[in-house]
């Protein structure tokens, strides 16, 4: 069952000494954080990503109902300047889009061959979620839709 766990960001300087000194890769870090964790669920979130305050409720709500192993998160991007209006214009739009960030999962649908991909800079957010979509049960929150 999924039990949503509020934390707060002292308790996370409590795992700042467990990861392998030096840079790492954006979803090296992600991956060795999961590894990490000690619950059964897994929750993404980014450091620009303000979730809404009923985010995880939903995605327990959501996993409940429908039985579902991941509850893909929803990012919706925004501008402030005439120039990020372009850029959002010409990318991805107002409308949310499919991100890790707000995504919850089963911590044993993450194991070691199921990771995201190491050593890219960028994509390999999309491929991961691709590969998951195969294997087991979804839901993407903003569209309402998934398989299961």
Known sequence: MFTPFFFSF???????????????????ATNHGAQLAKSS????LDATTIPKISWLSSCAQIIK????DIVFGATQ????????NLLLASSFG????ESI?????KKNCFKSNDQ???????????????RMKEK????FIFTQQGLG
């Not at 109902?65 to 579902?68: E, G, N, P, S």
């Not at 960030?101 to 999962?105: A, D």
């Open 10 to 28: 002292p308790l996370l300087s409590n795992y700042k000494h467990q990861f392998p000194p030096g840079r790492a890769f954006p979803y090296e």
């Open 101 to 105: 960030p707000g995504t919850v999962i």
């Open 65 to 68: 109902q429908k039985d579902i």
């Open 136 to 139: 087991y049960k979804w839901f």
């Open 116 to 130: 995201i991909i190491e050593g890219v800079r960028s994509g390999g957010d999309l491929e991961w979620r691709e």
């Open 94 to 97: 107002r409308k949310p889009v």
């Open 77 to 84: 991007y925004n501008a402030k300047t005439s120039f990020q």
């Open 41 to 44: 669920w897994l929750a993404f």
